[in-house]
């Protein structure tokens, strides 16, 4: 019998996968209980089961052992019931993206068994609550990530579900998109008493959860309030000014510091939490030395905690939580001067037909700087950078990379240029070896020298036990291993980065840009594309766009400082990135009404 206070209960589930000639156990004796009418977190890092406790939740999926009740139904027995009474998103939308908006619409309507007589007013409510009712017409495959992931939630909402199920509904989306998207979930929450379960890579969105639940390889690390997490560490997180050093030199020296829980780059200083509660003197004269950094107490973010959790647990297998081996060692040193220029934009124009998805902007790069282009969905940022990789053509301006104007140059000039896609450009089909021999022979690599470069690429990304598994068959945080490792196998002296790490967790996310720095600070310059917020914070300057112009450039600390007030003192990036785009907005509508 259910308990009314209860949506979900799960009671000792287990499941195995067996892939290739490995099994992997997805859930181990799982157990929890899900609130009703609240939005309650699934939180973990990347396989630790989440996916699969929603679909078997959704009745898409049969335990190998124990049940789940979901508002009083079996989901393995009567799973046609349960799914009738729920509403669910999964990562990929669950969309056909050769139907029209309107299409899925009727689709999810007939799968739910709506009267043809009540759907005109709620698809109606649905399009005003998302947005989309001017885009009826238009393919799904032609909506922007954002525009996506808001009629999945719409199709999800069909039929005013008791239970919302959503797995990671915001990844790859910007933070306007992001924070709308929240603004529908808790309406739905106060309005229609839905209770939700939602999976998130976003950190800071588990702080807006009344409960979360940690999950680590298959079993409950712990359940409660996002503060009871926070607030048991308060004492242990810090905000560092780096010395002469700088803070790639002093994040990567602290990450390998005995006593340091996590290290990450926050802007023009590093943010510290130690395993021991200290104060700011305590930090100081334990971790620096001389002028090594200034410390002040900050306090604690349920990421902290959580990273914290996540270093406490036993290494079971080459697969811990250990990640990516020391970076400093995995490329030589870049020549040439860190001032020089070696991507210069000017002008740059792109159409398609009488559109303009960029209009004449204008930025430089310098050598082993991290820069990062920003901007909402449908901005020309992805446009932009694929323009400055060589794979589309400029309608007019300068585009200049290393020494090469890519309006004239050849092939040949992709040689000095690494490319990361966010799909990863992988062979889904191919096994780890074979996409590195792929990859390497397309760069031209031969003889010893390649097979070098296929053994280090191995080896620093920890890819040799999983080197006969096909790409499609990796988790996500070791496919991006592999696409950055491909990327890097000709030791390019410029690397770009699109959306490298979205749907990534937080320990894979943090080995990543770990590699990153230590790149930058050997010469390598790195171009970056992300919605990842905190992500922006290591770069060392950022260029934001909208509808293919740039609104504002600058350090992540002076485009943050634009934004600083007595009620906002300490403005994150996100803050700055969402006032700029309602700044931009509030703008538009002005000039359109004169």
Known sequence: ??????????????????????????????????????????????????????????????????????????????????????????????????????????????????????????????????????????????????????????????????????????????????????????????????????????????????????????????????????????????????????????????????????????????????????????????????????????PPRFEDAFIRLLREQPSESEEGVSGLKPASVETAPVSGSRDEEVIVVEDLVRRFGDFYAVKNISFSVKRGEIFGLLGANGAGKSTTFRMLCGLLPASGGKLMVADNNLRTAGPEARASVGYMAQKFSLYPALTVIQNLNFFSSAYGLEGSFRRERIKWALDSFQLEHVKDARSADLPLGYKQRLALAAALMHLPPILFLDEPTSGVDPLARREFWRHINALAESGVTVMVTTHFMEEAEYCDRIVIMAEGEILARGTPEELKGRFRTEDNPNPTMEDAFIALIEEHQRIGEERDRT
């Open 1 to 298: 019998m259910s308990h009314p206070d209860f949506c979900m209960e799960i009671d000792g589930v287990s499941k195995t996968f067996t892939s290739g000639r490995r099994r992997v156990k997805a859930l181990d004796n799982f157990s929890a209980r899900v609130r009703s009418g609240v939005v309650t977190g699934l939180i973990g890092a990347d396989g630790a089961g989440k996916t699969t406790l929603m679909r078997i939740a959704a009745g898409l999926l049969v335990p190998d052992s124990g049940s789940v009740t979901v508002l009083g139904m079996d989901s393995a027995t009567d799973y046609l019931n349960v799914q009738s009474s729920i509403g669910y998103m999964p990562q990929r939308f669950g969309l056909y993206e050769d139907l029209s908006v309107r299409e899925n619409l009727d689709l999810y309507a007939d799968l739910h068994d709506l009267p043809k007589a009540g759907r005109k007013a709620r698809y109606d409510e649905l399009m005003e609550m998302t947005g989309l009712a001017p885009f009826m017409k238009r393919l799904a495959g032609r909506l922007s990530g954002g525009m996506k992931q808001k009629l999945g939630l719409a199709c999800s909402l069909m039929n005013v579900p008791r239970l919302l199920i959503l797995d990671e509904p915001t990844v790859g989306v910007d933070p306007v998109s992001r924070r709308e998207l929240w603004e529908i979930v808790y309406r739905q929450v106060r309005e229609e008493k839905m209770s939700v379960l939602l999976s998130t890579a976003y950190l800071d969105e588990a702080e807006r959860c009344e409960d979360v639940i940690l999950v680590h390889r298959g079993r409950v690390l712990g359940q409660g309030a996002p503060r009871t997490f926070s607030s048991a560490i308060r004492g242990h997180s810090f905000m560092l000014t780096p010395g002469k050093a700088g803070k790639r030199k002093l994040q990567e020296e602290l990450s390998a510091t005995e006593g340091i829980i996590d290290a990450i780059i926050s802007g023009s200083k590093v943010r510290l939490v130690t395993a021991d509660e200290m104060d700011a003197g305590q930090v100081e004269q334990r971790f620096g030395s001389g002028e090594s950094f200034r410390a002040e107490s900050v």
